[in-house]
């Protein structure tokens, strides 16, 4: 004959098994707060100044901070300076006009990683915004040019010439290298270089056209083996250190 268990007794077996059970849940909540707060969040706001200049029709935009990626590139912004032509040791093409000695420039440090499984090339197609103060700093634009960093690392700038169509990127690989933008000015003194010190960088804009296919060289691919993509993503990644 089975005998019952008395209702306190009962009771007494499941107030710790609930007690387990809500320390479980409380347990995996603050595991999940945790893991989402310490995410580099997406931060896509056209009110900021000048980012609807970044939002281009037809293109997909994929945001963050620091760093950003739409399951094909991982786009990562580490830091920037700011230095006058004279301090940078150019290599220019023959066909390109070097610019005068006190003209300014922006040098942000950029990895960007290759972690679709299909080839790809990184050129140019790069775009910045800058602050002063709030307001934003009107035509700068990304130069084309090589140029020697002694003692830095990385050492490489993108585009190169000796690579003219891009930098390949073979599946799983990665690259460092430095983007150069000119900083234009009403007039060029070598005061612009001190005003500079009140700039900061609040986007970084590239925009990715095609991925996949068979590496050619030359920054060509062959779509007939492995087919290419055409993604049209654009990348807007806001700098943790200017973040306001």
Not at 86 to 103: C, M, T
Request: aromatic content about 12%; overall charge negative.
């Amino acid at each position: 004959m089975a005998h019952k268990m008395p209702t306190g007794s009962r009771r007494k077996l499941l107030l710790p098994t609930l007690i387990s059970a809500l320390v479980i849940i409380l347990s995996v909540a603050l595991v999940v707060e945790y893991y989402t707060s310490n995410q580099k969040r997406p931060e896509c706001n056209p009110d900021l100044p000048g980012s609807s200049n970044f939002i281009q029709t037809g293109f997909t935009p994929v945001c963050g901070v620091d760093e950003a990626s739409d399951g094909r590139l991982n786009i990562a912004v580490h830091n920037f300076h700011f230095a006058q032509a004279k301090d940078i040791q150019f290599h220019f093409a023959p066909n390109q006009q070097s610019p005068l000695p006190d003209e300014v420039f922006m040098v942000v440090n950029v990895t960007v990683e290759n972690i679709g499984g299909g080839n790809t090339t990184v050129g140019a197609g790069w775009e910045a915004e800058i602050l002063n103060g709030t307001s934003y700093v009107e035509g700068v634009t990304n130069f084309i040019a090589n140029a020697t960093f002694h003692n830095t690392y990385p050492n490489q700038t993108i585009p190169n010439y000796a690579q003219w169509a891009g930098l390949y990127l073979p599946p799983g690989s990665h690259s460092d290298f430095w983007i150069f933008f000119y900083v234009p000015f009403r007039t060029v003194d070598s005061s612009n270089i001190v005003e500079t010190s009140n700039f900061r960088l609040q986007f970084m804009v590239y925009r990715e056209l095609s991925y996949g296919g068979t590496y050619l060289g030359n920054g060509s691919m062959n779509c007939r083996t492995i087919a290419c993509q055409t993604p049209d993503v654009e990348f807007i990644v806001n700098p943790r250190s200017t973040t306001n």
